[in-house]
Structures are given as C-alpha cells and as structure tokens.
C-alpha cells in the first residue's frame, strides 16, 4: 500500500500519539482502520509497538521543525534508491530526531530500524502501551500519560493534570449545584492514582473503573466502583462516603481501606487500613475494625470477617502483588488482570496448588513463568497469549 510523505507523516504522528497516550478516541479510529487494512499494516504496527521498543529510551526534541527533517530525508531517499539501512547518530550537540520520524523511516524503508543510541539523553521519556482513560460528562475521552493539560466541566469545575502532582480536580464558589460525573478507568498494565475534589485521594489497580462527581454536593459523596480501588477518605463527618459497588455498599466517614470486587470474581472484599466502615450487604450491615477484612461470596451469598495483614492486600498500590498460601487459580486471575494473559490449567490439581510469593509489576510475565517451574513440580508452556500449566 503505498503512501505519500504527507499521509505517511500523519500516520507516524498518530502511532505517536498511540505510543505516548495523546491520542483522541476519533485518532485511535482512524489509527485502527489503517492498522486492520492489510497484514503489512498490521505488521508494521505491532514491530512498532513492541516490547523492545517500549524499553528503549527515545529522545524528544525542543525547538527542531520535524516536518522539515521529514522532507529532508524524503529528497535524500529519491536521490539514492539502494539505501536499505538506516543508523541514526546523535551526539549531544546534534539535532534530534522525533519518534514520529522514526515510525515514518521505519515504514518508508521497509526494513527494522537499528538501534539508536544517543551518546547523551538530556530528554528522556519512556513508552508505555497502557494508559487511563478519563471520560468526560459529556462523553469525551481523555488518555492520561506524560502530558499536562487542563480541561473544564461543564459545571465549571477545572480538572488539571501535570507530571508532578497528577490529575486534581479544583472547584470554587462560582460552580454550578447540578451533579456532574466523571469517569477514570484503566486497562491492563496500568494503575492510577489522583485526588477528588474533596481531598479524598483514590488509587485504581488494574481493569478498574470508579464513577464519581466531580464536585460532592447534597448532603452525601457517592462514587461506584468496580475492580480493586484504595481510598484515603477525606474526614467530613456532616457529609458521610459512600462507595457503590455490585450488590455490596461501603460507608465511611474518614478512613482509609481497600475494595475488591472484579466483575469476574464470586467474591468481593473489603479491607480496612484504619478507621472505621459499615459494609451493607443486602439488609444487613457489618461493622469493620482496623487490620480486619470482609469478604463476601456473592453465590452462596455468605459473609466472613477475619483478621488480616493489611499490607498483603494494599501492596499492589506501591508496584507488587504479595500472595501468601493462596491457591494458584486466585493468583492466576490477578495476574492474568495485569498481564493481559489466559492462564490455563490442564489439571484441576495444578489449580489448587498452594502458592507463596511476591510478584513485581515492573517484571516481565516469563519471570513468574520462570519462578513458579524452579518452586513447584509444575510444568508451564507458552503458546502466543496462553500459559498452560500441567
């Protein structure tokens, strides 16, 4: 399929903006329609966005006319056709190339790129595929990575976000009383955290979503989660917190605690840090203690309150997954939330194989794979997405 500069220039711009987490839900669209149109397409894309690429550390630019560098390479390429290889050098005094210029060279030659490697990386960012996504009241969806950006609701609350202090939503006495919502969700390989706009501080593993005002008004603040959240709920006792999850109720006044309810799971859990909440189940509410967690079979519709060591269910928030006697099929679904893989048992005994370990976040799939073969009689086998385990 062949491509002229211009159309080959915004097509590097929009795997830019994929690859950073700038990119609008109509970009991602038109991304996707030229991704599917062919297998070489498709190819391209996936040499594009793969792992080594995520790892490597690509320098951006200040002050450089990236356009101009295109066209520039564009006329050096028609005046030499037998070039197949392309080594860029960059010193630190040189001018520096952007990634979108990259993806533009890599598709016009045909051909992998070599590895770059500056002699000095002054502005440095780091590629990652997964990011937030913020929904807007009106509909509009925001990615939330490496960038600052400030953005207006519609009932004049202003929502920033910058590298250094995240995403904080800032309201004063001129807002509108109507109730607006905003809603944050992540994939897999992603974890968020920001603060509402009543001080309230939230922490979203991955696969999580929570549905919440961007202002509090009335005389109660109500957000619904689903997936595994954290919260540091801002003291107000004239306006008590609740949290909606699916068949289960949480009310605090102060407090910080920990919720677990995946759609996929027959359970949910609630774990208190310190204070104090009141879990509604049905027509029933239970009281918790700090350092103690509920847990909610949602099939047999049963409820058990035990002691626990919170920090081995808060751990995921500070970048690890800690598992201590805990049968491999629960690990298996976090980890396949996480890694975005199929965990498949081939005998029911591997499933309840008891399994003890830390695992961090940062670390690469194969490294549990690795792990659980060295400390188990286990045998593992990858096949594309899929992780058999006999």
């Not at 062949?2 to 097509?11: G, Q, S, V």
């Not at 990236?66 to 564009?74: E, G, H, K, N, Y």
């Not at 919260?231 to 068949?247: I, Q, S, Y």
């Not at 005998?347 to 792990?371: C, M």
């Amino acid at each position: 399929m062949a491509f002229d500069k211009n159309e080959l220039f915004e097509l590097s711009i929009l795997i830019y903006k994929h690859l950073t987490g700038n990119i609008t839900t109509e970009e991602q669209i038109e991304l996707d329609k030229w991704r599917n149109a062919s297998e070489r397409n498709k190819n391209l894309y996936e040499q594009v966005c793969s792992e080594k690429m995520m790892r490597d550390k690509l320098l951006i630019y200040k002050n450089c006319d990236v356009q101009l560098a295109f066209d520039s390479f564009v006329r050096r390429r028609e005046r030499n056709e037998l070039r197949r290889r392309l080594v860029v050098k960059i010193s630190r005094y040189a001018a520096i190339i952007a990634l979108p210029l990259f993806i533009a060279l890599f598709y016009f030659n045909g051909v992998e790129m070599e590895e770059v490697l500056p002699e000095q990386t002054e502005n440095i960012i780091t590629i990652r595929k997964n990011v937030p996504v913020l929904t807007l009241s009106n509909g509009q969806q925001m990615v939330l990575y490496n960038q600052d950006l400030t953005l207006n609701e519609e009932n004049g609350v202003q929502i920033t976000m910058n590298t250094e202090k995240g995403m904080q939503y800032n309201t004063s006495d001129s807002i509108k009383a109507e109730m607006v919502y905003n809603t944050l969700t992540t994939p897999s390989q992603c974890d968020f955290t920001f603060t509402m706009a009543d001080g309230t501080k939230v922490w979203l593993n991955a696969k999580s979503s929570l549905r919440y005002p961007v202002a509090f008004t009335g005389d109660e603040r109500v957000v619904y989660a689903e997936g595994e959240i954290y919260l540091e709920v801002a003291k107000d006792r004239e306006h008590p917190f609740f949290v909606m999850l699916n068949g289960m109720k949480v009310e605090v006044l102060g407090t910080s605690f920990n919720v677990n309810s995946y759609a996929d799971e027959d359970f949910a859990e609630v774990t208190l840090v310190e204070g104090h909440v009141a879990t509604h189940v049905g027509d029933r509410s239970y009281s918790l203690l700090p350092g103690r967690q509920l847990r909610w079979d949602k099939e047999d519709q049963t409820v058990d309150i035990k002691p626990v060591n919170v920090n081995d269910y808060t751990a995921w928030k500070n970048g690890k997954y800690v598992f201590k006697g805990r049968n491999l099929l629960e690990v298996a679904k976090v980890l396949q939330r996480w890694y975005e893989v199929k965990i498949v048992f081939e005998r029911e005994e591997s499933a309840k194989f008891i399994y003890t370990g830390v695992i961090y976040k940062e670390e690469n799939f194969d490294v549990f794979v690795q792990r659980l073969e060295e400390t188990s009689s286990l045998s593992c086998r990858k096949e594309g997405d899929k992780l058999y385990v006999k």
